[in-house]
Structure formats: structure tokens, C-alpha cells
């Protein structure tokens, strides 16, 4: 789990270090708030802790988002890539 969790990181570093375009930066914090919204749907061992924290990313996330700037898409994607982290190392029974 340790080598998939770091190289999870790696991979998500690598795609908010390389110049994307805004659009494209946007699309993907929609489709990751939307990853998120069906996991915590469908994902039955999250804790009511868990849950909350998702629900505060996902406000903070869709805030950023709205702001309508490059920063406010990397601010979305970074906080919506910790999320499904923690979601899939819940998943796994890490947590």
C-alpha cells in the first residue's frame, strides 16, 4: 500500500508541476469533486468523522473552484487528490 500511496503523490505532483491549461485544470477538479461525491455515495465503511472532512474538502474545493482562476483549479485539485486519498486508503482498510 505504501509504494501505490507514494507513488500516488509522485504521479499527482508530476500533474500539478507540468503547465496544463486552466481548462483543463478546471475539468479536472469537476471530475475529481465528482469521483468524491460517488465514492462517499457508495462507500460504506467511512467513518461519520470521514465523512465530514470530505464534506468540508468538498466545500473548500468548490470554492476554490469558483473563484475562476488557474490558482482556485490547482487549489481544487490538490484538496480533491487528498480526498480520494484518504477515501481509498479508508477503502483499504488503512484508516
Do not use: W, Y
Not at 503523490?9 to 496544463?20: E, G, K, R
Amino acid at each position: 500500500m505504501k509504494r501505490s500511496a507514494l507513488a500516488g503523490l509522485l504521479i499527482t505532483a508530476a500533474m500539478l508541476a507540468s503547465p496544463v491549461f486552466a481548462g483543463s485544470q478546471d475539468d479536472l477538479c469537476t471530475i475529481n469533486l465528482q469521483k468524491i461525491r460517488d465514492a462517499k455515495v457508495s462507500t460504506e465503511q467511512m467513518s461519520e468523522g470521514l465523512k465530514s472532512d470530505i464534506d468540508a474538502t468538498i466545500h473548500q474545493a468548490t470554492a476554490a473552484k469558483a473563484r475562476g482562476t488557474e490558482d482556485g483549479a490547482k487549489e481544487c485539485i490538490s484538496l480533491t487528490t487528498q480526498a480520494m486519498q484518504k477515501i481509498q486508503n479508508t477503502t483499504k482498510g488503512d484508516q
